[in-house]
T-cell receptor, first 112, second 116 residues
Framework: NAGVTQTPKFRVLKTGQSMTLLCAQDMNHEYMYWYRQDPGMGLRLIHYSVGEGTTAKGEVPDGYNVSRLKKQNFLLGLESAAPSQTSVYFC???????????FGPGTRLTVL | GENVEQHPSTLSVQEGDSAVIKCTYSDSASNYFPWYKQELGKGPQLIIDIRSNVGEKKDQRIAVTLNKTAKHFSLHITETQPEDSAVYFCAASLRMGGTSYGKLTFGQGTILTVHP
């Protein structure tokens, strides 16, 4: 099992550009999450999904959109990137029976 | 919403010493407290967790204690080794079920360095 995978691993954008981060999990987990990690601030929840076709806002959702068209995939979109979105983005998944979240390796995004 | 404070932000110890990281939480409804370890260039990985009906839990060299009244919990690592060097995060959540959906609120992280 690959667990949770994220693509791409690194990306540099210019202000105003758009991009989509892809998260995939092969553990048949119902729940999936997107976090951003910034120095001194821990991980903050952007959006999450409790099942195929459903998404909800987390702590810091502004400037991001998500979609979960398939159970195994969770996409994070930036429609118009801003320098404040420079961060490391992590995807995670968990089953509905256990609290443990399994994290992907992260995507380092720089917005110039 | 929940707020989790973690201290210290950095911790440096000699190999073989013990390390303690402390967290406080604000929401008395939280009942699940995991600890994650993040190695350089990787995603966080769960190392131990505790539920609110338990005061202490041990797993080999690591242990977690919980004081519900004071709303704080701590990670204890004994006989530290260089491979324990990493960033450690505490978190708080409601247990899976209902409308909590396992959402975690993380502390700010502690950079632990174990010197050989």
């Amino acid at each position: 099992n690959a667990g949770v995978t994220q693509t791409p691993k690194f990306r540099v954008l210019k202000t105003g550009q758009s991009m989509t981060l892809l998260c995939a999990q092969d553990m048949n987990h119902e729940y999936m999450y997107w976090y951003r990690q910034d120095p001194g601030m821990g991980l903050r929840l952007i959006h999450y999904s409790v099942g195929e076709g459903t998404t909800a806002k987390g702590e810091v959702p502004d400037g991001y959109n998500v979609s979960r068209l398939k159970k195994q995939n969770f996409l994070l979109g930036l429609e118009s990137a801003a320098p404040s979105q420079t961060s490391v983005y992590f995807c995670a998944s968990s089953s509905l029976r256990r609290n443990e979240q399994f994290f992907g390796p992260g995507t380092r995004l720089t917005v110039l | 919403g929940e707020n989790v404070e973690q201290h210290p932000s950095t911790l440096s110890v000699q190999e073989g010493d013990s390390a303690v990281i402390k967290c406080t939480y604000s929401d008395s409804a939280s009942n699940y407290f995991p600890w994650y370890k993040q190695e350089l260039g990787k995603g966080p990985q769960l190392i131990i967790d505790i539920r609110s009906n338990v005061g202490e839990k041990k797993d080999q060299r690591i242990a977690v204690t919980l004081n519900k009244t004071a709303k704080h919990f701590s990670l204890h690592i004994t006989e530290t080794q260089p491979e324990d060097s990493a960033v450690y995060f505490c978190a708080a959540s409601l247990r899976m079920g209902g409308t909590s959906y396992g959402k975690l609120t993380f502390g700010q992280g502690t950079i632990l360095t174990v010197h050989p």
